[in-house]
């Protein structure tokens, strides 16, 4: 199954056989597939387990991990791993990734801050997205937030209808949909942050009861 060939509203990206995540990530080093690349620090490929059963796909690379070169370090990524181990889910069955490689960012003083990418950086990056799933065939991806479901799925499908439910795309793997951990950090009231958590573990849940039918 040419996973890269069918990903969303990304071109094909013609992965050999037996070609590795290794591999493809030397690749992607170099990508100049659009703009970001000019401001970036560097390219933050996705990590984990080659045996992956579930993939964690984000939006982008944040400011900590523009800087160390890893996906899911910051504010947010903590914040992950917490929701990760109370819903029984074992990082190391998942591979981390992002749908968009390069952090894209509007300058304020000294600070960097999160710029929400286009459609059309969404669309480039999803070659590198297509391929990471061709190589590692899991049995289930998990989109964090509207990007990274635009980048596997297209614009029909939305975040808020399908939050908590579970996909069957035709020759791809299933994608459970649900939001990014960042979103819980900019809920301020207490009340509606512990529910949306709350919400968030359960869809985490799922994925870590997940077998494929």
């Known amino acids: 199954m040419n996973i890269a060939a069918n990903i969303g509203p990304a071109l094909a990206l013609d992965v050999a056989d037996g070609e590795s995540i ?3 990530r030397h690749q992607a080093d170099g990508c100049t597939r659009c703009d970001l690349y000019r401001n970036a620090t560097q390219i933050v490929f996705g990590e984990g387990s080659v045996k992956a059963e579930i993939v964690l796909v984000g939006e982008q690379p944040g400011d900590q991990e523009d800087l160390s070169g890893r996906p899911f370090v910051g504010p947010a990524g903590r914040l992950l ?19 968009v490689k390069h952090f894209k960012f509007t300058p304020r003083g000294k600070r960097r801050l999160h710029a929400k990418p286009n459609a059309g950086e969404i669309r480039r990056c ?21 990007s990274a479901l635009y980048a596997l799925l297209g614009p029909k499908v939305k975040l808020t209808p399908e939050r908590g439910r ?13 939001i990014h951990p960042s979103y819980l950090l900019r809920i301020r009231g207490e ?6 958590r709350r919400d968030f573990v359960s869809d ?6 997940y077998r494929p039918q």
């Open 22 to 24: 290794a591999e493809l």
């Open 81 to 99: 791993d917490r929701c990760l181990e109370e819903a029984g889910l074992d990082r190391r069955r998942c591979y981390v990734t992002n749908a």
């Open 126 to 146: 999803a070659w590198w997205l297509g391929a990471e799933l061709n190589i590692l065939q899991p049995k289930l991806v998990v989109t964090l937030g509207a």
């Open 166 to 178: 579970i996909l069957h795309p035709e020759n791809r793997p299933p994608v459970l949909v649900t």
């Open 191 to 196: 009340a509606d942050q512990h529910r949306q």
């Open 204 to 209: 985490l849940h799922k994925a870590a009861e």
